[in-house]
């Protein structure tokens, strides 16, 4: 069964540090993965695109990894703002994009 | 800019009553979908619909149907509203087949008493 895990489930983390979101997949065959982010109240909106052959990327302070082998993905966050508490969701693209599976997503609190 | 509008951002409905949720894309896009997401249980594929008049169910379909007539255009029905269809509700759009991205309306939530 295709699943996506993500974890931790929460975290609050203090302005200016830095954290990690992980996602663990077991979907087959493999497209690409995204991570999303939701503001409350908001619907979700990109980040961040990973195909098979990337290993890493950076958008602003936002760094996604992908190990296509043990098919793990992480999110982490750089220097973090109270404008990135938001829920992180991970979404696993196959055959082509057109199945998608949704992780359960990361809430994340920054606090001042 | 891309944009999804979803008509209504709050509703409040009674047991029993036909709901409509509207959702309009401005991007020229093929593939719609409708989602609803519930805390713990992340976000759940109810139809989806690759061109005019063609619908597809997904994962939770039971309760609702949908109806595209234009392209720009899909709207979720729920006939006979129940308190278990209590949510948040999404729609998406995404061009083509292959590229994954999807742009998320701002969400409807209903409540259902």
């Known amino acids: 069964k295709n699943q996506v895990e993500q974890s931790p489930q929460s975290l609050i983390i203090l302005e200016g540090k830095n954290c990690t979101l992980q996602c663990n997949y077991t979907v087959s065959p493999f497209s690409n993965l995204r991570w999303y982010k939701q503001d409350t109240g908001r619907g979700p909106v990109s980040l961040t695109i990973m195909t098979f052959s990337e290993n890493t990327k950076s958008n602003g302070r936002y760094t996604a990894t992908l190990d296509a082998d043990t098919k793990q993905s992480s999110l982490h966050i750089t220097a973090s703002q109270l404008s990135d508490s938001a829920s992180y969701i991970c979404?696993?693209?196959?055959?082509?994009?057109?199945?998608?599976?949704f992780g359960g997503g990361t809430r994340l609190m920054v606090k001042p | 800019d891309v944009k999804v509008t979803q008509s209504s951002r709050y509703l409040v409905k009674r047991t029993g009553e036909k709901v409509f949720l509207e959702c309009v894309q401005d991007m020229d896009h093929e593939n719609m979908f409708w989602y609803r997401q519930d805390p713990g249980l992340g976000l759940r594929l109810i139809y989806f619909?690759?061109?005019?008049?063609?619908?597809e169910k997904g994962d939770i379909p039971e309760g609702y149907s949908v109806s595209r007539e234009k392209k720009e255009r899909f709207s979720l029905i729920l006939e006979s509203a129940s308190t278990n269809q209590t949510s948040m509700y999404l729609c998406a759009s995404s061009l083509g087949v292959g590229t994954g991205e999807l742009f998320f309306g701002e969400g409807s939530r209903l409540t259902v008493l």
């Open positions: 619909s690759y061109d005019v008049k063609m619908k």
């Open positions: 979404v696993v693209s196959q055959n082509a994009g057109n199945m998608l599976t």
